[in-house]
């Protein structure tokens, strides 16, 4: 038995081998076919796997399959039911050529066939990366800005530079794409040179890996400083809000170039101010004085220069009349206000609190002008208030005396309003209760008393102050007199309503007196329809003294 197993191995070494290629995934599981091509897989009786002088297993009919391999295939090979090599966890290590030999007993005896396959491993390639990275980069110069690695891919990916998201294509004198010849027939690598310009600034450069098992493999964005030389220079003023008089100013000297320079002159009124390590000078207290023109220049190259115009705002407001102001009415008051300002300002008045729609104006002054008057002008972030108190004096006068019966009708409430300032003092010439004294406001003052009168009376309201005095007389009924007419009033109209009421019932009275007495004709007339015609010649007479008595009935009702 030995002998022919001897004798088969020898047989299968000679025989003849095609080698075909089979691709796998990176991690997945291989499978390396075994080509019995037309024979039947019933008829193989011996099959051996191994890959270049290395034996994995051998597997005769009817038996089990038996692992020759000692290396790392041992736990990751098997042999499917139709001959072919499983190979699981698949590496780029395992790109090898795997053969199957097979034993094919036919009709004119053994044969001995080699089936090889080269296993070709595809794998994506590990995120890319940006090395040996340039410091620094300057404009109009073609610089080494940095190297592309994609590791660890089959077949190697291909290699895009991006800038700011997009790719860059080569330009002649601006950039320059190195493909490169790495270590490992595996990993790709590209070189790029670039000639960096003023807009590069702050620009996101990376690369992209492209591989037919992946997407989305970008590098981290890397920036770079660019340097370049001031061409331009901006002149800012920065301060809390606009130039106001009275605050500090601060002037900025902004420069474009990379580094930026540190130090500038400040010309300021004619005066130039040298000052280092800063870009900025300020100026404490503006005035409006310092209106004008203001420039910043580079030390080394005075040619390079900014200007700024600067408008300092400033407000002054004016009133002509003191805090408190005191008039006689019927005078005149002049009002007058004086703004001087940087631009026009916005003006409004208010009295009392409440806004007015215009400025004030005094031809003749009244009572009710007086109160509190507040101006307030503004101008952009400037504001200026200024006020003034009017008091308005005069002799006092009564404009109302009127007098009214209360809610019971018991006492009498007399009325009394008049104007004048100083706040007049009030006088009656008969004895009251106050109810009520409305507060002085604008000159006006009312007074409210109650009595009771028990006979008519003339009653005197007087009003004064140190200007002068105004009395007026009112008559005031008696509250007796008023229930006499009330009483008189009612007894009237109870002789109108007995008259009516009286009228109605003899009226009907005599309606019921012509209806009896038409009955009572109505029945004598039947029981004489059966007596001679004397007596009905006496009864027509009876007839007619009956219908002229109801007919004096009726005119008595008339009337």
Same mark, same amino acid.
């Given at each position: ?328 009415? *019927?005078?005149?008051?002049? /009002? ?5 300002? @940087?631009?026009? +300002?916005? #003006? !409004? &008045?208010?009295?009392? %609190? ?54 019971? *009708?018991?006492?009498?409430? /007399? ?5 004048? @300032?100083?706040? +007049?003092? #009030? !006088? &009656?010439?008969?004895? %009251? ?127």
């Amino acid at each position: 038995m030995m002998h022919l197993l001897s004798l088969l191995f020898a047989l299968l070494c000679q025989a003849s081998s095609a080698e075909k290629s089979v691709i796998g995934l990176y991690g997945g599981t291989v499978e390396i076919p075994c080509t019995v091509g037309a024979n039947k897989i019933e008829n193989v009786t011996l099959t051996k796997w191994k890959y270049e002088n290395v034996d994995l297993l051998v597997k005769s009919k009817g038996k089990e399959t038996v692992i020759l391999a000692t290396d790392e295939y041992k736990d990751r090979i098997s042999l499917a039911a139709n001959l072919s090599l499983l190979l699981t966890g698949a590496k780029l290590t395992d790109q090898h050529t795997f053969t199957c030999q097979a034993l094919i007993t036919t009709n004119i005896g053994p044969d001995i066939k080699d089936f090889s396959h080269a296993l070709i491993v595809h794998k994506a390639p590990e995120a890319p990366f940006i090395t040996e990275k340039a410091a620094e980069l300057e404009i109009g110069k073609l610089r080494k800005l940095g190297k592309c690695v994609a590791k660890n891919a089959n077949p190697p990916a291909k290699i895009v530079w991006l800038k700011n998201n997009k790719a860059l294509m080569t330009e002649e004198n601006r950039t320059v794409i190195i493909v490169g010849n790495p270590p490992s027939s595996l990993d790709a690598e590209s070189t790029l040179l670039y000639s960096a310009r003023k807009e590069d600034t702050g620009a996101q450069f990376s690369c992209r890996a492209e591989h037919s098992l992946a997407s989305g493999l970008v590098s981290p964005p890397e920036t770079f400083v660019i340097n370049y030389s001031t061409e331009k220079l901006v002149l800012e003023v920065s301060s809390n809000s606009s130039p106001v008089e009275g605050n500090d100013v601060t002037l900025k000297c902004v420069a474009d170039g990379n580094p930026r320079p540190t130090s500038f002159n400040f010309h300021i009124k004619g005066n130039v101010t040298k000052v280092e390590n800063s870009d900025n000078y300020t100026i404490t207290n503006i005035s409006r004085n310092d209106s004008g023109e203001y420039k910043c220049s580079l030390i080394d190259h005075p040619s390079i220069e900014a200007t700024k115009n600067i408008v300092v705002q400033f407000l002054d407001v004016k009133l002509n009349l003191d805090k408190t102001v005191i008039r006689r009415a *019927g005078n005149s008051l002049n /009002l007058s206000v004086s703004i001087d300002s @940087s631009t026009t +300002p916005t #003006v !409004s &008045w208010t009295k009392g %609190g409440v806004k007015m729609n215009k400025e004030p104006k005094f031809t003749k002054l009244a009572y009710s002008d007086a109160g509190l008057y507040e101006l307030e002008v503004m101008m952009g972030p400037l504001s200026r208030k200024a006020s003034f108190r009017l008091t308005v004096e005069g002799a006092p006068v009564i404009r109302k005396l009127d007098d009214q019966n209360d809610k019971d *009708g018991h006492r009498k409430v /007399l009325i009394c309003e008049a104007e004048g @300032s100083p706040k +007049p003092a #009030v !006088s &009656w010439n008969i004895n %009251g209760t106050l109810i009520d004294e409305k507060s002085f406001d604008n000159g006006t003052i009312k007074h409210k008393i109650s009595v009771m009168p028990s006979a008519n009376l003339s009653v005197a309201c007087t009003v004064s102050n140190p200007f002068g005095i105004d009395t007026r007389v009112i008559t005031v009924s008696s509250l007796f007199e008023d229930v006499k007419v009330d009483k008189r009033d009612s007894s009237d109209d109870d002789d109108k309503t007995k008259l009516v009421v009286g009228v109605v019932i003899g009226l009907l009275v005599a309606a019921l007196v012509i209806g009896v007495a038409y009955w009572m004709y109505m029945k004598k007339s039947k029981q004489g329809s059966w007596k001679t015609g004397e007596k009905e010649n006496g009864s027509s007479e009876e007839e007619k003294k009956l219908e002229e008595k109801m007919e004096e009935n009726s005119q008595k009702a008339d009337v």
